[in-house]
C-alpha cells in the first residue's frame, strides 16, 4: 500500500474519531444543561437519544461510503 493510501485511511479514521468525540461532547453538554435545571428530565432523555441516533446514523453512513469508496480504491490499486 502506497503512502497516499495509508493517509487517505489514517485522515478517514481521525474523522471518525472526530464524530465520536462529538458526541460525547453533545452528552456532556446535554447533562450540564440538565444539571443547571435549563432541561427537565425527559428532555434530557430526549436530547441524550437525540445524539445516540445520530451519531449511529453517521456511522452507518461511514461504513456505507467505506464500502464504495475505499472497495473501489482498493479494486483500482490492485489492477
Known amino acids: 500500500m502506497t503512502n497516499g493510501y495509508r493517509m487517505l485511511f489514517l485522515a478517514w479514521n481521525l474523522f471518525k474519531y472526530?464524530?465520536?468525540?462529538?458526541?460525547?461532547?453533545?452528552?456532556?453538554?446535554?447533562?450540564?444543561?440538565?444539571?443547571?435545571?435549563?432541561?427537565?428530565?425527559?428532555?434530557?432523555?430526549l436530547a441524550l437519544a437525540a445524539?445516540?441516533?445520530?451519531?449511529?446514523v453517521a456511522f452507518l453512513l461511514?461504513?456505507?461510503?467505506?464500502?464504495i469508496f475505499f472497495v473501489s480504491i482498493m479494486n483500482k490499486r490492485d489492477e
Open 18 to 45: 472526530a464524530v465520536g468525540v462529538t458526541a460525547y461532547i453533545g452528552y456532556g453538554v446535554a447533562i450540564y444543561y440538565w444539571y443547571n435545571n435549563k432541561l427537565t428530565f425527559i428532555q434530557l432523555f
Open 51 to 56: 445524539v445516540w441516533v445520530l451519531t449511529w
Open 62 to 67: 461511514f461504513r456505507y461510503l467505506e464500502n
